[in-house]
């Protein structure tokens, strides 16, 4: 059975949103990414029935959420807070894209609380609230238009912490991968018909060989694929009639 961890040390921070739907969408982009903190400062209106519509399975997420009068309350037990900007603001907060600082914001989240602030949709967050943060990051855009809708921008933001997070995450084919010893009589096997094709030179026939190898070691033959294989090659060996 998987046992899914759920990352309580990253908080997602909602400054004063205007639309309850955004608020929906933020919840469930924040629990698809496997985050369940979600603070909201003065949200126009919550709860709403448009917010439980669009957090869709992560209701719970939502009505969850700690709401506060000021960000200073939201963020007072993060030791670390990252705003976020579609604007190039001209301030003296360091500013990074996103992905370049991702490392840093899983980095600091081991050891404290950490916070990550998002702005109104009119508005963004205002130089008072920059000011409360130690670090802004942005999500690069394009050149005329770069700000994104906010529950988008929590997507966005919430995929890079949790790719940071577990950067190795493939999705593992469920498929039984030809054993060696099934691979060796396939490269047998294919020796043996080059041979009989010509292709192979008999006097040097490892260069070839090796570099065949090569190829189907990188294909990673299941067993089904060199059944396969050596169907061809056996279909080569009959006698044509
Ligand atoms: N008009 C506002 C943007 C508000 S969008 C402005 O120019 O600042 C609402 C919030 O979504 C922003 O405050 C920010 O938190 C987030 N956001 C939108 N686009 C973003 C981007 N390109 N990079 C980082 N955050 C972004």
Redesign the pocket.
């Known amino acids: 059975m998987l046992k899914f961890v759920l990352n309580q040390k990253i908080q997602f921070v909602l400054v004063r949103p205007s639309h309850p739907g955004n608020i929906g969408a933020v919840a469930r982009a924040i629990a698809t990414m496997g985050f369940d903190q979600l603070a909201l400062v003065s949200p126009s209106e919550h709860p709403h029935p448009e917010s439980r519509a669009r957090s869709s399975a992560a209701l719970d997420v939502l009505l969850n959420a700690s709401v506060h009068n000021d960000l200073e309350d939201a963020i007072g037990d993060s030791g670390y807070v990252v705003?976020?900007?579609?604007?190039n603001r001209r301030i003296s907060v360091p500013v990074s894209p996103?992905r370049d600082f991702v490392d840093e914001i899983v980095r600091i989240s081991d050891k404290q609380k950490i916070s990550i602030?998002?702005?109104?949709?009119?508005?963004?967050?205002s130089n008072e609230e920059i000011d409360r943060c130690n670090h802004l990051?942005?999500?690069?855009?394009g050149e005329k238009y770069?700000?994104?809708?906010?529950a988008m921008?929590?997507q966005v933001?919430a995929y890079e912490i949790k790719m940071s997070l577990s950067p190795d995450e493939k999705i593992i084919p469920d498929r039984n991968l030809a054993s060696g010893q099934e691979m060796e009589l396939f490269y047998e096997h294919l020796k043996e018909v080059l041979l009989e094709t010509g292709f192979l030179n008999p006097r040097n026939p490892k260069q070839l060989m090796r570099r065949l190898r090569a190829l189907f070691n990188r294909a990673e033959l299941d067993e089904n694929e060199v059944n396969i294989m050596r169907g061809i090659l056996t279909s080569y060996q009959k006698p044509k009639e």
């Open positions: 705003g976020t900007t579609a604007r996103i602030v998002f702005g109104p949709e009119t508005s963004g967050l990051v942005y999500i690069p855009s770069s700000s994104l809708n906010l921008a929590v933001v």
